[in-house]
Nanobody, 123 residues
Framework: QVQLVESGGGLVQAGGSLRLSCAASGRTFSNYAMGWFRQAPGKEREFVATISWSGGSTLYVDSVKGRFTVSRDNAKNTVYLQMNSLKPEDTAVYYC????????????????WGQGTQVTVSS
């Protein structure tokens, strides 16, 4: 079992930045690929970014490439999502998720989920 707790969400103006954190506890964090997803009101939960267990591989949805950066610190059992140049369309609840080893973009492939943190970008 892996427990995930997100933090760092909030209200920011368009063009601003936020850094989300996801602290993991339970099983060996470094065995898990980590993903970030988001869900806006009335929309499906969508993939944002993922990072491999070693941090050596990452994937991003096209809409955040060049603006968001996913990273991890296995010594701190934490994964981060640095979000720059935020846009109103980035407004959503952001979730981190974990799955064993390999990175994938499909949400149904992730086993463990956090409770989410709200990000609101004002225009």
């Amino acid at each position: 079992q892996v427990q995930l707790v997100e933090s760092g969400g909030g209200l920011v103006q368009a063009g601003g930045s936020l850094r989300l954190s996801c602290a993991a506890s339970g099983r060996t964090f470094s065995n898990y690929a980590m993903g970030w997803f988001r869900q806006a009101p009335g929309k499906e939960r969508e993939f944002v970014a993922t990072i491999s267990w070693s941090g050596g591989s990452t994937l991003y949805v096209d809409s955040v490439k060049g603006r968001f950066t996913v990273s991890r610190d296995n010594a701190k059992n934490t994964v981060y999502l640095q979000m720059n140049s935020l846009k109103p369309e980035d407004t959503a609840v952001y979730y981190c998720a974990a799955r064993p080893y390999t990175i994938v973009t499909m949400k149904d492939e992730y086993v463990y989920w956090g409770q989410g943190t709200q990000v609101t970008v004002s225009s």
